[in-house]
């Protein structure tokens, strides 16, 4: 009997359980299922797991920041190279830089900061229906198999609810929309380790946040010739979350110029609790063809 993951699930969780090779060195693999160049989400999450395993448990992390430089070889392993910048009683900060050989893929800055109580205010979330009246991802993406084929084929360790049409379903019906929210929680059970759950959040934060700048003009994956690629991202931590359960991702596009377009997002809790903030910047190049 085979001993290798079986679901996208467990290859995910494989992929964050890093080899510590040497002090502060880590390595990570890449899931069976892969674009062509290394998933964004995957490797930030997994520099935020290097990041994390070198610092005391008691410090939540506060911000994680990735700058990407070169683009990922899914047939190769990846080095994690952590950079102890600073160790207080509530303070850390982390460098992790993400290597093949001698290319740098990306590198990430980290802090961790257990601040105590003071004033608190937060951004609403907004109202939409619960996941359990919607569909799922696979529902949605029934008929378009040759549409959008990369995201038929990928992973999906994540269950996806739209509460509203996805790209390619908006496409096709002519709309359009400023912003996309969307219900994302794992797809099965996960181990009760708080780093893990946070790790998957970070994986699944480059999952929709650039899709409402081609949204925001009537455009889809598939349906139009767009060639996107990551930037920097950067998500800031807010509060614990809990990635078994429910957790609404609200995100929308307040720029796009100079073929560059920028995505934010929040992370809410199932009871309205702002839990993290996303922005994103990507390098988005539009072919417009002459039949449309």
């Known amino acids: 009997m085979s001993s290798e ?3 996208d699930l467990e290859e995910l969780l494989a992929v964050l359980d890093l080899t510590g090779v040497d002090d502060d ?6 899931p069976s299922k892969t674009p062509l160049r290394t998933f964004g989400g995957q490797l930030m999450a997994q520099s935020f797991v290097a990041a994390s395993r070198t610092v005391a448990e008691h410090l939540p992390p506060g911000a994680l920041s990735v700058h990407f430089i070169n683009g990922g070889d899914p047939a190769r392993d990846i080095e994690f190279r952590v950079h102890r910048l600073r160790d207080e009683r509530r303070f850390a900060n ?3 830089d993400a290597m093949q050989g001698d290319t740098l893929i990306a590198t990430s800055m980290v802090s961790y900061l257990s601040g105590g109580s003071g004033l608190e205010h937060s ?27 990369g995201f038929v084929k990928a992973p999906h360790p994540i269950e996806w609810r739209y509460t509203n049409d996805p790209a390619w379903v908006m496409r096709d019906k002519g709309g359009q929309l400023g912003h996309n929210r969307v219900w994302v929680k794992a797809d099965g059970v996960i181990p009760e380790d708080q780093l893990l759950h946070t790790a998957m959040m970070v994986y699944s934060s480059d999952t929709t946040v650039l899709d409402s700048i081609i949204t925001t003009h009537g455009l889809s994956w598939g349906f139009d010739r767009i060639f996107a690629a990551s930037a920097n991202h950067t998500v800031w931590f807010h509060r614990p ?3 078994d359960d429910w957790v609404l991702y609200a995100t929308s ?4 110029t100079d073929s560059r377009g920028l995505g934010t997002g929040h992370f809410f809790d199932r009871s309205g609790q702002l839990l993290a903030t996303v922005t994103q910047e990507g390098v988005l190049k539009y072919f417009p063809s002459s039949k449309r």
């Open 5 to 7: 993951p079986n679901t």
């Open 123 to 149: 951004v609403e979330a907004p109202a939409v229906a619960e996941p359990e009246t919607l569909p799922r991802l696979r529902e949605l993406l029934s008929g378009y198999e040759e549409v959008v084929p």
């Open 253 to 256: 596009s307040p720029v796009a």
């Open 25 to 30: 060195v880590f390595v990570g693999s890449h």
């Open 94 to 96: 982390r460098r992790v």
């Open 241 to 243: 979350v809990r990635f």
